[in-house]
């Protein structure tokens, strides 16, 4: 069944967090997402959630200096103590508010031995901490376009590391843009890597804006995605073109490919 949340750090992006929740429920979406919701008391967004009966899925530890480049610790020789930091931050707010993964953003390297052994030991560490509240650990291959020199940037690596690190609830984020932009090939990769995808975004290519145009056939990735036992919610994680509920047809048209 195609479950589709709405990803609150691109959508509803000139409200208040808790009211962009509203909105989300109101436009029919099944879950929400977000990305960096520190700022906001954890008691007001645990409250919509209640409110709305809409989980949250997930949201990211912070960039850190995002003036400097900095988009993500993770994997960053020199700054583990920083990235255990935030680590700690995001995994305690989102046990706060049942959120169930934690997108450890690995940021921008070299891509050499000693960021990769940073990278796999903050992973090990975060997954630890996640497994205290039964949440999941995210990785994200990023597109090298968008965020240059991003340490992560492909799915194999992104399995690779995975089973490098040996913990059973690190799993990827596949975000459909990413990929299609790096590597091509979705609906194989999907296929063979399914055990591995724990969380799928999507958005069209190449302008990242609503997924009803451009590169890629949602349908019949989506229906594939279904086929192939994937039973997570499906994350629109776009730049909407106008305002969000201006772009939101497309939604109402994806809810109704299984029938």
Same mark, same amino acid.
């Given at each position: 069944?195609? +479950?589709?949340?709405? %990803?609150?750090?691109?959508?509803?992006?000139?409200?208040?967090?808790?009211? $962009?929740?509203?909105?989300?429920?109101?436009?029919?979406?099944?879950?929400?997402?977000?990305?960096?919701?520190? &700022?906001?008391?954890?008691?007001?967004?645990?409250?919509?959630?209640?409110?709305?009966?809409?989980?949250?899925?997930?949201? %990211?530890?912070?960039?850190? %200096?995002? &003036?400097?480049?900095?988009?993500?610790?993770?994997?960053?020789?020199?700054?583990?103590?920083?990235? +255990?930091?935030?680590? &700690?931050?995001?995994?305690?707010?989102?046990?706060? /508010?049942?959120?169930?993964?934690?997108?450890?953003?690995?940021?921008?390297?070299?891509?050499?031995?000693?960021?990769?052994?940073?990278?796999?030991?903050?992973?090990?560490?975060?997954?630890?901490?996640?497994?205290?509240?039964?949440?999941?650990?995210?990785?994200?291959?990023?597109?090298?376009?968008?965020?240059?020199?991003?340490?992560?940037?492909?799915?194999?690596?992104?399995?690779?590391?995975?089973?490098?690190?040996?913990?059973?609830?690190?799993?990827?984020?596949?975000?459909?843009?990413?990929?299609?932009?790096?590597?091509?090939?979705?609906?194989?990769?999907?296929?063979?890597?399914?055990?591995?995808?724990?969380?799928?975004?999507?958005?069209?290519?190449?302008?990242?804006?609503?997924?009803?145009?451009?590169?890629? $056939?949602?349908?019949? /990735?989506?229906?594939?995605?279904?086929?192939?036992?994937?039973?997570?919610?499906?994350?629109?994680?776009?730049?909407?073109?106008?305002?969000?509920?201006?772009?939101?047809?497309?939604?109402?048209?994806?809810?109704?490919?299984?029938?």
């Amino acid at each position: 069944m195609l +479950r589709f949340s709405a %990803n609150l750090g691109f959508l509803w992006t000139e409200l208040p967090l808790p009211a $962009a929740v509203m909105a989300a429920a109101k436009a029919g979406f099944d879950a929400v997402e977000c990305h960096w919701p520190f &700022d906001v008391p954890r008691s007001e967004i645990l409250a919509v959630l209640t409110a709305t009966k809409l989980p949250m899925l997930g949201l %990211n530890t912070r960039r850190g %200096n995002v &003036d400097a480049g900095d988009f993500g610790l993770a994997a960053c020789v020199g700054r583990e103590d920083e990235a +255990r930091r935030y680590i &700690d931050e995001a995994v305690n707010y989102a046990a706060a /508010i049942g959120a169930g993964s934690v997108h450890v953003m690995a940021g921008r390297t070299d891509g050499d031995v000693a960021a990769e052994t940073a990278y796999c030991d903050a992973l090990a560490y975060a997954g630890a901490a996640a497994a205290r509240h039964d949440m999941m650990v995210l990785i994200e291959p990023i597109n090298q376009r968008d965020v240059a020199n991003y340490h992560l940037s492909t799915v194999e690596a992104g399995v690779a590391t995975i089973k490098q690190v040996g913990l059973g609830n690190i799993k990827l984020m596949f975000d459909c843009y990413h990929i299609q932009i790096m590597q091509g090939d979705l609906i194989r990769r999907i296929e063979a890597n399914l055990d591995f995808i724990g969380h799928i975004q999507i958005a069209a290519v190449p302008d990242r804006a609503e997924p009803d145009h451009g590169e890629l $056939a949602y349908k019949d /990735i989506l229906l594939a995605l279904d086929a192939a036992g994937y039973d997570g919610f499906i994350g629109a994680e776009y730049r909407p073109a106008q305002s969000t509920e201006a772009g939101l047809g497309w939604l109402e048209t994806a809810k109704g490919w299984q029938k």
